[in-house]
């Protein structure tokens, strides 16, 4: 497992773990992230956030809660 703020752009994931209290775990899921779910990085530079393609939709990944994500290529 990796955390996803090292996975390249242009890759595709599966979400394995997320760690940190209940509150960020259901504010990750309001935003369709949990575990099983597999996702495409878009964008990963060390300024600005993580942007994903999760479904047919783009979400902002803060650095601090992609500290928190596991992922496995697929």
């Known amino acids: 497992m ?23 775990k259901e ?3 309001s935003l369709g992230l949990y575990k099983g779910i ?18 047919n939709r783009r979400v902002s990944i803060s650095k601090g809660l992609g500290l928190k994500i596991f992922v496995e290529l697929l």
């Open 38 to 55: 597999k996702i495409k990085i878009i964008k990963n530079n060390k300024v600005d956030p993580l942007l994903v393609k999760v479904d």
């Open 27 to 29: 504010k990750l899921e």
């Open 2 to 24: 990796k955390l996803i703020e090292t996975i390249p752009e242009n890759f595709e994931v599966q979400i394995q773990k997320i760690t940190g209290d209940n509150f960020l």
